[in-house]
């Protein structure tokens, strides 16, 4: 699977931006999906996960519980991450990556778990 992710930019303090991530291959419905997003000179940290399929169970990081939401789009091998009230500290590249994995929740928010992933796309939110 490969992965490519989009929609990166600045946003102001309090404004939204969706993030992309569309995946190669007919077997895309078959893997738990990730968002994570890493600063320069940290770790990679988790950021919310949705489960293979129709993707019926998603978890968050509390940091971004009630502002974040992930979806994904079988038919167009794609998952989005919208990111509503943004704030400066939401400044990081983010990464999408995917798990053959048919569990979800809490579980998926390891980034050893996943096995492939995206190349990663800037947000910067000015205050």
């Given at each position: 699977?490969?992965?490519?992710?989009?929609?990166?930019?600045?946003?102001?303090?309090?404004?939204?931006?969706?993030?992309?991530?569309?995946?190669?291959?007919r077997?895309?419905?078959?893997?738990?999906?990730?968002?994570?997003?890493?600063?320069?000179?940290?770790?990679?940290?988790?950021?919310?996960t949705?489960s293979?399929?129709?993707?019926?169970?998603?978890?968050?990081?509390?940091?971004?519980?009630?502002?974040?939401?992930i979806?994904?789009?079988?038919?167009?091998?794609?998952?989005?991450?919208?990111?509503?009230?943004?704030?400066?500290?939401?400044?990081?590249?983010?990464?999408?990556?995917?798990?053959?994995?048919?569990?979800?929740?809490?579980?998926?928010?390891?980034?050893?778990?996943?096995?492939y992933?995206?190349?990663?796309?800037?947000?910067?939110?000015?205050?």
């Open positions: 699977v490969q992965l490519q992710a989009s929609g990166g930019g600045l946003a102001q303090a309090g404004g939204s931006l969706r993030l992309s991530c569309a995946a190669s291959g077997s895309f419905s078959s893997y738990a999906m990730g968002w994570f997003r890493q600063a320069p000179g940290q770790e990679r940290e988790f950021v919310g949705i293979w399929g129709g993707g019926s169970t998603t978890y968050y990081a509390d940091s971004v519980k009630g502002r974040f939401t979806s994904r789009d079988n038919a167009k091998n794609t998952v989005y991450l919208q990111m509503n009230s943004l704030k400066p500290e939401d400044t990081v590249v983010y990464y999408c990556a995917a798990g053959d994995h048919k569990t979800g929740g809490i579980g998926l928010r390891r980034a050893v778990l996943y096995d992933w995206g190349q990663g796309t800037q947000v910067t939110v000015s205050s």
